[in-house]
């Protein structure tokens, strides 16, 4: 690879500039008492004693609840997984009347969990477990493909919890190790929202003494579309909080990783990462091949903007994306390579990377799922092809332009950082610039006029940036979609892998 691993934990560093005053907090008890072998805990701000949070079992799930959410609950335990020099928490946050079981990981941070920010991770899909990101990209450690550890995993120094306590949420529900108790799905982003504002609220609320902490959202690919909404959500609940004299979520930023935001340019972007050298030196694609692009694409432009984007219409927005993807995006599937980065072929049985396949059988064994406290009996799937569908139906990726929700952040003074690695075909760097560019936002004269730079870590060329104090646009040269794992092959969020038929998009 050609990014040293650690250009992404300064990629980090680059939206963690300032250390918030951490408040200590204790969450305080009125009860405890055992039932089922769950311990069992009633909190309010009115009790003396106090619960310290690392003093949590870990055999077994204690139970919280709290008096201004009584259709919520909160399973939490200490976990001694993936990272043995900090405190790691598991468990289930039900959300929608205690019908949805969302789970996660939390770890502490490496440096000081008692100041540093809070970030919580998704991956994209939609459908796709963030444990994958987890255990592939950022997270405290990586799952072990050489058999060189006992315990399936190796320790990540570059791990974002280096700067940041950090959670990784599988949501909506049907992900990952997420449940719902009738097969209740959700099928949009906007609604997958008000779970996750659901969630962090009460996160937040649970473990007092995170209160009032800097709180960055980031993820990547269908991130793209998930972030600006869930931060969005965030925003706007937090003003009928204020409204209502309750504590506010201190959302700082959103951070995106090679996200399919602005899908207006999807397109134009795949051309010239694979017919022209926006990735590598020579185009990979062959000359027929790119010409009939050529001239495919301004009728693909035109249909989008026509049916998807002037108004949404359902039906000819999915024979408009259908008639691109079979022009533009076929080509590209058919050559071998693989889409998420296009200097190699693709491998493997599961979505080009034999790491997918690890993770799944790692997360399956029995034992660590007893040590994680998982619940659901379902076997794990990295990514949901129901939850993949539920979304497509929708055309849940096109019906809104989600670069408007990020005007909307950008207009109230929520920092966004766009970062993409530069092999990735899927959700490339060239369509994120290009909707980045054009962005229409109050400062968007200020981040015309502000010049591309070299982005250095350790003295060597890593991208290009283009920083202003709210909107940062970072390209990862040589990193492919898994921009965030530069130490080893880059990765597939596969936005639309899971969609079955259109997994051409
Ligand atoms: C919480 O518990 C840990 C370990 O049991 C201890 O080191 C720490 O000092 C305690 N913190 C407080 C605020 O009591
Ligand atoms: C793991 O083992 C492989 C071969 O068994 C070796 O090439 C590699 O360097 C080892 N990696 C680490 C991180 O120890
Ligand atoms: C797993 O093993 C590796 C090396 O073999 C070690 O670095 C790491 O800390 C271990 N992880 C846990 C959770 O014990
Ligand atoms: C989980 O996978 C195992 C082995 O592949 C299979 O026997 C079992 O039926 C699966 N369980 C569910 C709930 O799908
Ligand atoms: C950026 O780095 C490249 C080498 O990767 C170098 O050729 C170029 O001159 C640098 N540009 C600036 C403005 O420093």
Known sequence: MLVPVSTILALALLVFPARAIGNNVQMTLTSDYNSHGLTRMDYSGESNSRLNLSALESDSYTVLQHPRFSNHRVRVKKTMFCDPTVNVYTGYLDVDAGAKHLFFYFFESRGDPDRDDVMMWINGGPGCSSSMGLLMELGPCNIDMNANSSNGTLWN?????????????????????????????????????????????????????????????????????????????IYDQNMVAKREGRPQLNLQSVIIGNGNTGISTLYLGRYEIECGTAALEKPVQSISNCVRMKIALPRCQQRMQQSCFDQFDLINCRAA????????????????????????????????????????????????????????????????????????????????????????????????????GTYDWQCNWVSNKMWVDALEWSGSDDYGRTPWRNWTVRGRVVGEVKATPLLTFASVRGAGHMASAPSRSSFCAFVDFVAGPTRQT
């Open 157 to 233: 120094p570059y791990s974002w919890n280096q700067a940041a306590n950090v959670f990784f949420l599988d949501q909506p529900v049907g992900v990952g190790f997420s449940y719902a108790d009738y097969g209740e799905s959700i099928q949009t982003t906007e609604e997958a929202a008000k779970n996750v504002h659901a969630f962090i609220t009460i996160f937040f609320e649970t473990f007092t003494q995170f209160s009032g902490r800097p709180l960055h959202l980031s993820g990547e690919s269908y991130g793209g579309r998930y972030l600006p909404v869930f931060a969005s959500e």
């Open 321 to 420: 994306i259908n008639f691109c993807d079979s022009e533009i995006s076929a080509n590209m599937w058919a050559s071998g390579r693989n889409v998420y980065d296009i200097s190699k072929m693709c491998v493997g049985s599961d979505l080009c990377y034999d790491e997918v396949t690890a993770i799944k059988e790692y997360l399956d064994m029995p034992r660590i799922r007893e040590l994680l406290g998982v619940e659901t009996a379902n076997n794990f799937t990295s990514c949901s092809p129901e939850v993949g569908a539920n979304f497509g139906i929708h055309m849940d990726k096109y019906n809104t332009p989600t670069q408007f929700h990020v005007a909307g952040l950008l207009d109230r003074g929520v920092r966004i950082l766009i970062y993409a």
